[in-house]
């Protein structure tokens, strides 16, 4: 079978809150899978039950064609783990928690040992390795979770909203991280709250809302349907505002918005609009504050896909 893990039509319930309603999951060997969704969503949920921590009440699930309640222990001993419930002890130091879940797995001292060593040089973690976990940042413990996660070289690994919470260079980080480990032949699940991760690492996007898969696609299908990216132009003299938002209504053929004082943004299909707003604004003498392309937020793939924002969702869910 070519699918590193598969789940089709989970359902998970907890009391009156159904957190999962019949999701399909899949990727491929060496693939990485994007899970894409807000707040409350049932993405930890689905992670949770292909990680054999959650029993599903409906649908199955099988990892590395193994079955994730008939095989469970079959099934830990090729996946890696790290989120919320990732097991670093606060007391020991970064390297001790590593020997210590190399030894519960079987390795022998020398050999945790030198494995830690590994991760936390791979990590940038080697000086902080001697002090203990509850004196790192952020970013220092993620890593850390991520590190021991992978000890047991799994090949397969869950990664639950990896860089929610850390600035962008520490994000930047953790994505290398990522795209070393895919490298290396690992599948990877990747959830997260962020278009722009989604597409800077998956090769597959699942958005889910309560509980469901609402749309799949390669990033690329996902971004044509919730049209392309997004221009947003500040120039330097407010006065020159109009000027740009008739430049812009003829290059993106259609009425651009203006979401805040002095700024304007359209919706453009491909970045051949960029190059050629560029010269425009320079040959009208235009100077500008901003100028950007980017993705679409989280927010707006929602309201495209629902009609709905995010928070309205967060709060049906809620009540
Ligand atoms: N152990 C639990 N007991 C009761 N309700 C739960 C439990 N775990 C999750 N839920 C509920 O199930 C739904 C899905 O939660 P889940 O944690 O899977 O969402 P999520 O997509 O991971 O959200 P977030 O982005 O906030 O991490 C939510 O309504 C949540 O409150
Ligand atoms: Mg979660």
């Known amino acids: 079978?070519?699918?590193?893990?598969?789940?089709?039509?989970?359902?998970?319930?907890?009391?009156?809150?159904?957190?999962?309603?019949g999701i399909d999951l899949a990727a491929r060997r060496g693939q990485v899978l994007g899970v894409l969704g807000p707040n409350g969503a049932g993405k930890t949920t689905a992670v949770r039950?292909?990680?054999t921590l959650l029993r599903p009440d409906g649908g199955r699930a099988a990892v590395a064609g193994m079955d994730v309640v008939r095989q469970a222990a079959d099934v830990r001993r090729v996946i890696?783990?790290?989120?919320?419930?990732?097991?670093?002890?606060?007391?020991?130091?970064?390297?001790?928690?590593?020997v210590l879940i190399g030894e519960l797995l079987d390795l022998r001292r020398r050999?945790?040992?030198a494995r830690a060593a590994e991760l936390l040089r791979d990590f940038g973690l080697s000086e902080a390795g001697r002090r203990p976990a509850a004196t790192y940042s952020g970013g220092m413990r993620r890593r850390l979770d991520l590190a021991a996660g992978l000890v047991g070289r799994p090949q397969?690994?869950?990664?639950d909203e990896p860089t929610t919470g850390l600035d962008p260079v520490k994000r930047d980080d953790m994505w290398n991280i990522v795209r070393r480990l895919v490298a290396d032949g690992t599948t990877v699940l990747l959830?997260?709250?962020?278009?722009?991760?989604?597409?800077?690492?998956?090769?597959?996007?699942?958005?889910v809302d309560h509980g469901k898969v609402i749309a799949h696609?390669?990033?690329?299908?996902?971004?044509?349907?919730?049209?392309?990216?997004?221009?947003?132009?500040?120039?330097?003299?407010?006065?020159?505002?109009?000027?740009?938002?008739?430049?812009?209504?003829?290059?993106?053929?259609r009425e651009p918005e203006s979401p805040g004082r002095g700024v304007v943004t359209v919706p453009v299909?491909?970045?051949?609009?960029?190059?050629?707003?560029?010269?425009?604004?320079?040959?009208?003498?235009?100077?500008?504050?901003?100028?950007?392309?980017?993705?679409?937020?989280?927010?707006?793939?929602?309201?495209?896909?629902?009609?709905?924002?995010?928070?309205?969702?967060?709060?049906?869910?809620?009540?």
């Open 1 to 21: 079978m070519s699918y590193a893990f598969e789940a089709e039509g989970l359902v998970k319930r907890f009391g009156t809150t159904t957190a999962l309603a």
């Open 49 to 51: 039950i292909l990680a």
């Open 80 to 98: 890696g783990l790290t989120g919320q419930y990732a097991s670093v002890d606060e007391d020991l130091t970064g390297e001790e928690n590593l």
């Open 111 to 113: 050999e945790a040992k």
């Open 156 to 159: 397969i690994i869950y990664l």
């Open 191 to 207: 959830t997260t709250q962020y278009l722009e991760e989604a597409d800077a690492l998956a090769d597959e996007i699942s958005v």
């Open 217 to 253: 696609g390669t990033p690329a299908d996902l971004k044509h349907v919730v049209g392309g990216q997004t221009i947003i132009v500040r120039p330097s003299d407010p006065a020159r505002l109009g000027e740009v938002t008739a430049i812009l209504a003829e290059l993106a053929g």
């Open 269 to 319: 299909e491909g970045d051949a609009v960029f190059t050629e707003l560029v010269r425009r604004l320079d040959r009208a003498g235009i100077g500008v504050t901003e100028l950007s392309l980017r993705l679409p937020s989280l927010d707006e793939v929602f309201f495209t896909l629902t009609g709905r924002t995010t928070t309205e969702s967060d709060e049906e869910v809620a009540a």
